[in-house]
């Protein structure tokens, strides 16, 4: 049995070894092939950039008539001995103005000898061709060597030539070659010893987990092992992981969902119940005053406190105004209900947004002029798509609301804001901010932000959750901002058909 492990074990080790190998191989492979099919153009590349920048720094200096400067010299002999360069400049009248070498007319043989001289056509192959210049790779057969050679003139009309030998770069390949294939096999010993240590350590621990894993079959694991490996401790491990998962799978997936299930209904519950709580809460604050008022005035008119008819009339005139708004109050949030739950069916039809707007107005004409306040509406006929009575509503709940809260210089402004295909309505009323802190909270169900007002003229805080849910019926978007001189209540429609079903 031991035997067993320890060949499984080696296998382990063979595989990772054999990876690791390979890839050390196959760098070394590549490495070679680069150096055999690149490195000499490249090496001839970087001569030839060599060439060119001292032909850019013999003709800058051309250019700034410092050609015999001494300044010259010493960057010119740093260039010619980095670069084993031979350089020549030949004023036209055959004066020789620079030359790396003593002997300028044996130099200037020599030039001439690679030039026009020991080779051939086939021999010499132009690299680079400008205005200005030429460089041309040469091959002189008598030396049995090969030159780069640039020739041309500079900017003050002086002939330059230089010339660099290329060495024996293919002779150069083979001893990198050869160098690199010495350090490869030394990488690939190094690695297979390396790993060996390795992959020992690494089997250690399986074994280990193995071993653990035999006393762990009650434990929360739902991972998987996919068999079919050839080590015998992995196989081991991973089936033994399965065994595990498959006999706590089935038991936690009926816990999660028994106990998403659970949350679920409590949730609710407690949602329904708080909701419960605050609507129950909310009606009755809502109708202890209405009530209040009708019984006692009701049980005045019984005992007949008052027996003048003018008396009796404006009792009966409490009543029924009270009556009225508690009829108000819960026809509106059986509308509220309604569009909460989805029971009404937005209609959506294009109409006519403005004429909406001016028939709103002409309704609350007289409340205007009680209330002694300025109304502005002078937009042009403009068609939206949306439920033409909800946007009334809409429209109706606005208004109502800046006509009681509207204070100082008492005016209302309806105006539209465009905005590509969306058509925003604005109802702007001057009189005090909304603070902020209750800007959020405006649309909340018996939410008012100042309670005598709002109890003076009749309001029970739920016009405005009505707008929210009409317009989130619509899927549009309605908000409210503060001004310096009072606030401004909104809605956004669409104007286009097209734009309206692409966000649908």
Known sequence: MKRSKHSHQRSITTQ???????LVTGTVLLCWFLNTTLLEQYYSKMKTNQLVSGYDTVNWAAKQEKLTDNELDVQLDRMCDNGNIELLIISPDGTVVRSTSNDSLNLINRFMDVLFGGSTDK?????????????????????????????????????????????????SVNIANRFLAYIGICGILLSAVIVVLVTQRITRPIRQLTDISRQMTELDFTAKYEEGGSVKE???????????????????????TANNELKSDIEKKEQIDEMRKEFLSNVSHEL??????????????????????????????????????????????????????????????????????????????????????????????????????????????????????????????????????????????????????????????????DKARTRAYGGSGIGLSIVKAIMESHHRDCGVCNHPDGVEFWMELDKNAVARTEKE
């Open 234 to 256: 992995i196989e081991q491990l991973g089936k033994h992981m399965n065994q595990l998962s498959e006999t706590l799978e089935h038991a936690i997936g009926e816990l999660k």
């Open 123 to 171: 021999g010499r192959q132009e690299v680079v061709s400008t205005d200005n210049y030429s460089v041309l790779q040469v091959t002189d057969r008598r030396m049995s060597s090969e030159y780069l050679v640039l020739w041309g003139t500079l900017e003050d009309g002086n002939l330059v030539m230089m010339r660099t030998a290329l060495e024996s770069i293919r002779e």
């Open 288 to 449: 202890k005053t209405p009530l209040a008022l009708i019984q006692g005035y009701a049980e005045g008119l019984q005992e007949c406190i008052n027996d003048d008819a003018e008396s009796r009339s404006f009792y009966c005139e409490v009543i029924v105004d009270e009556a009225g708004k508690m009829n108000q109050m819960v026809q509106k949030l059986l509308t509220l209900n309604h569009l909460e739950f989805g029971n009404d069916a937005v209609t959506i039809d294009r109409f006519d947004i403005t004429e909406l707007i001016t028939g709103v107005i002409e309704n609350s004409t007289l409340l205007l002029k009680q209330n002694g306040i300025e109304l502005a509406f002078d937009e042009e006929q403009t068609f939206v798509w949306g439920d033409e009575f909800q946007i009334e509503e809409v429209i109706t709940n606005y208004l109502s609301n800046a006509i009681h809260y509207a204070a100082g210089e008492k005016r209302i402004r309806i105006f539209y804001t465009y905005r590509d295909d969306v058509l925003r309505v604005s109802v702007f009323n001057t009189g005090s901010s909304i603070p902020e802190e209750d800007i959020d909270k405006v649309w909340e169900k018996f939410y008012k932000v």
């Open 16 to 22: 990772i070894c054999m990876v690791i190998i390979g």
